[in-house]
T-cell receptor, first 112, second 111 residues
Framework: AQSVTQLGSHVSVSEGALVLLRCNYS??????LFWYVQYPNQGLQLLLK??????LVKGINGFEAEFKKSETSFHLTKPSAHMSDAAEYFC??????????FGKGTMLLVSP | NAGVTQTPKFQVLKTGQSMTLQCAQD?????MSWYRQDPGMGLRLIHY???????DQGEVPNGYNVSRSTTEDFPLRLLSAAPSQTSVYFC??????????FGSGTRLTVV
């Protein structure tokens, strides 16, 4: 069965600092992996997805993630945090029948 | 093109009441699913459907019922609401394993 582990329920960074949000997955088949962002009281917005093409995936708002099969990881990074990046981030893996298994989420806090 | 439409956006129910959360998509997607979001738990799959007339249970199906009579609609029914069903509910549709469209959610409070 597919599962996702997000390390750290909260991550705090200063504006301009590197953002690193960690995601590890387990999957019995080559996975499709996703990162979503949720702003307060809003729905889910897709940041990026890995579908077995390039291992380095670029998404919206300057985010990117690298698929590392040997580490079963799909960490999300952004070189320079902005105040507007403050939100909750979810990593997810496709579980078949076109459904997703989500991690528990990481709240990103950005301080001035 | 509306995508996935969920109604209502907000709802307050009393314990024991029943209600239906509506989900409709206009993209002719075969696959539809329901998730609930609770603080610190991420989103968890309730029920899903791979086509009209075909549904199956996800991780947390107890207390919920679904049916899929048309490709467009996938309603979620709460037969007897409980406070533990207070949550935000999201409906999603997809045409394959890596292209998902989510609705804007329904915030349900059971008192």
């Amino acid at each position: 069965a597919q599962s996702v582990t997000q390390l750290g329920s909260h991550v705090s960074v200063s504006e301009g600092a590197l953002v690193l949000l960690r995601c590890n997955y387990s999957s019995s088949v080559p996975p499709y992996l996703f990162w979503y962002v949720q702003y307060p009281n809003q729905g889910l917005q897709l940041l990026l997805k890995y579908t077995s093409a390039a291992t380095l995936v670029k998404g919206i708002n300057g985010f990117e993630a690298e698929f590392k099969k040997s580490e079963t990881s799909f960490h999300l990074t952004k070189p320079s945090a902005h105040m507007s990046d403050a939100a909750e981030y979810f990593c997810a893996v496709s579980r078949g029948y076109s459904t997703l298994t989500f991690g528990k989420g990481t709240m990103l806090l950005v301080s001035p | 093109n509306a995508g996935v439409t969920q109604t209502p956006k907000f709802q307050v129910l009393k314990t024991g009441q029943s209600m239906t959360l509506q989900c409709a998509q206009d993209m002719n997607h075969e696959y539809m699913s329901w998730y609930r979001q609770d603080p610190g738990m991420g989103l968890r799959l309730i029920h899903y459907s791979v086509g009209a007339g075909i549904t199956d249970q996800g991780e947390v199906p107890n207390g919920y019922n679904v049916s899929r009579s048309t490709t467009e609609d996938f309603p979620l029914r709460l037969l007897s609401a409980a406070p533990s069903q207070t949550s935000v509910y999201f409906c999603a549709s997809s045409w394959d394993t890596y292209g998902y469209t989510f609705g804007s959610g329904t915030r349900l409070t059971v008192v």
